[in-house]
């Protein structure tokens, strides 16, 4: 089965720390997204690629998040500085053009 | 913002019983999607509706994308424990072209044995 895969599934770290979420998409699909879901919240859209452009970012995504796509494939997703509040879990979904997503497992974000 | 206001915001019944859960917007969607979430994972499409009055089937879950394109509902027959999880719906708003979904606050659903 090759879903969306991300990496890792769990993230421990302490506030002020950066660190740095993988996702790979489906191999066929251009498009890449970023969800942050935060408890008992349904995801909320960060920003989203076509293939390596990054061409939407939601007002969420603070100057402290940087999201790359830099050969079309695989997407990393970078908080630097962390904060309590970005404790979340951060989803990754991909499609072929604007049809249906489909989100990976997921990786959890604790900050201490 | 678009918001889906989803209910019930929980559920709780016995397994064998029939499940309805529905989601409104003030706005109107292109796309109306169902998904479930288990417990640390990511959301799981169900059912993807593209028309208003539109009904899809998938086994024992039924959706509709309401005529008004202001809602949909999703029933789901003589439930069984593994139904347990969090349902969401979420949208396409016009204008959108499928870049950024809207997600419902979810349904969780518990079930009986």
């Known amino acids: 089965d090759t879903g969306v895969s991300q990496d890792p599934r769990h993230k421990i770290t302490k506030r002020g720390q950066n660190v740095t979420f993988r996702c790979d998409p489906i191999?066929?699909?251009?498009?890449l997204y970023w969800y942050r879901q935060t408890l008992g919240q349904g995801p909320e859209f960060l920003t989203y690629f076509q293939n390596e452009a990054q061409l939407e970012k939601s007002r969420l995504l603070s100057d402290r998040f940087s999201a790359e796509r830099p050969k079309g494939s695989f997407s990393t997703l970078e908080i630097q500085r962390t904060e309590q509040g970005d404790s979340a879990m951060y989803l990754c979904?991909?499609?072929?053009?604007?049809?249906?997503?489909?989100f990976g497992p997921g990786t959890r974000l604790t900050v201490l | 913002g678009q918001q889906l206001n989803q209910s019930p915001q929980s559920m709780f019944i016995q397994e064998g019983e029939d499940v309805s859960m529905n989601c409104t917007s003030s706005?109107?969607?292109?796309?109306w999607l169902w998904y479930k979430q288990d417990p640390g994972e990511g959301p799981v499409l169900l059912i993807a509706?593209?028309?208003?009055?539109e009904l899809t089937s998938n086994g024992r879950l039924t959706a509709q994308f309401g005529i008004t394109r202001k809602d949909s509902f999703l029933n789901i027959s003589a439930s069984i424990p593994s139904d347990v999880g969090i349902y969401f719906c979420a949208g396409d708003p016009p204008g959108n072209a499928g870049n950024m979904l809207t997600f419902g606050g979810g349904t969780r659903l518990m079930v009986k044995p």
């Open positions: 509706l593209y028309k208003a009055g």
């Open positions: 191999s066929e699909h251009n498009r």
């Open positions: 979904a991909s499609s072929l053009f604007q049809d249906t997503q489909y």
């Open positions: 706005s109107i969607f292109n796309t």
